[in-house]
């Protein structure tokens, strides 16, 4: 097999790339990345006006063309939608990336079912629903990857009143696994992220009070990574850039841990 030279395993330029929960946080950072590296990105997000100026901020910053498609991850017809819009769009989908989630907490004594089945319907149904509609496509390619953000706590729980939670993500990471199975024949990698505390608006939220953690819950928290910071997003966009390129070639069916060392201590 030919080696690539270095800078040509992480130019993107020609492909295409759908990233969903594309308008903030994490999301966003991995979009930024894959714009710089050329290629041709549609975020995606149920956040229509951040969405589109983000979208439009993207463009004027690199000149290239980056498409905006208002999409619910848990909704099968918006998802259907998203890839046949990127397809019409750019003509491929070859790097599909369910960053999609959400991370409200409640005890699980008085945790509403509606409560436990809207978690694990954009959580899991969402990522469930991102790779197969991706998959056809490259199906019939012949190629893709696929990367979908999980969490550390799909491994190990992070902190009580995340329970819905963690049982998505965990779902996550084993459907990673079984999917990468049924992918590989294909030439199609199947691969997951476990951030550890990322800096993003979401978390934000989580620490301006109700509905979720505690100043105190923060601090502990914060307290708990033996790198003592939380990440940036573009430390995750970094990884994500990293599994999308030749550079992981022979990888499937993997999870990267990138938390600061929280999984360790
Ligand atoms: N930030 C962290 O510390 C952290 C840690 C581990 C894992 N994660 C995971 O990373 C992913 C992104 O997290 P983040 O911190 O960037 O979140 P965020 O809240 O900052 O951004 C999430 C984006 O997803 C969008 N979104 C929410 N529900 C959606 C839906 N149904 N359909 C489409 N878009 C939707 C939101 O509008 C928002 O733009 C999530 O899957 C989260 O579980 C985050």
């Not at 030279?5 to 930024?32: E, P, Q, S």
């Not at 089945?117 to 998959?135: H, I, M, P, S, T």
Request: glycine fraction near 10%.
């Amino acid at each position: 097999m030919s080696q690539k030279k270095i800078a040509d395993l992480f130019n993107f330029t020609g492909k295409t790339v759908v990233v969903t929960g594309g308008a903030n946080g994490i999301g966003y950072g991995i979009a930024r990345r894959f714009v710089e590296a050329g290629a041709n990105v549609v975020i995606s997000d149920i956040n229509e006006g951040v969405g589109i100026a983000k979208t439009e901020a993207l463009e004027s910053e690199f000149g290239t063309k980056t498409l905006f498609v208002k999409t619910d991850v848990s909704s099968e017809e918006d998802v259907k939608a998203l890839v046949e819009k990127t397809r019409e769009t750019f003509g491929s989908l070859d790097v599909m990336i369910n960053n999609a989630g959400i991370f409200p907490t409640s005890p699980v004594l008085t945790m509403e079912v509606g409560f436990w089945d809207k978690v694990q319907a954009v959580n899991g149904r969402g990522v469930f629903l991102g790779c197969r509609e991706a998959a056809k496509v490259m199906v019939e390619q012949g190629s893709g990857a696929i990367i979908n953000i999980a969490s550390i706590d799909a491994l190990h729980p992070s902190m009580v009143g995340l329970a819905a939670y963690d049982n998505s993500k965990h779902g996550v990471w084993g459907f990673t696994k079984n999917l990468a199975l049924e992918l590989a024949p294909h030439k199609i990698r199947v691969n997951a992220i476990a951030p550890g505390g990322v800096a993003t608006e979401g978390v934000a939220a989580m620490s301006s009070g109700a509905p979720s953690m505690t100043d105190e819950q923060m601090k502990a928290f914060l307290s708990a990574i033996p790198m003592g910071r939380y990440a940036e997003p573009d430390e995750m966009a970094t990884v994500a850039l990293f599994l999308a390129s030749d550079a992981a070639n022979y990888m499937t069916g993997s999870i990267v841990v990138a938390d600061g060392g929280s999984l360790i201590a």
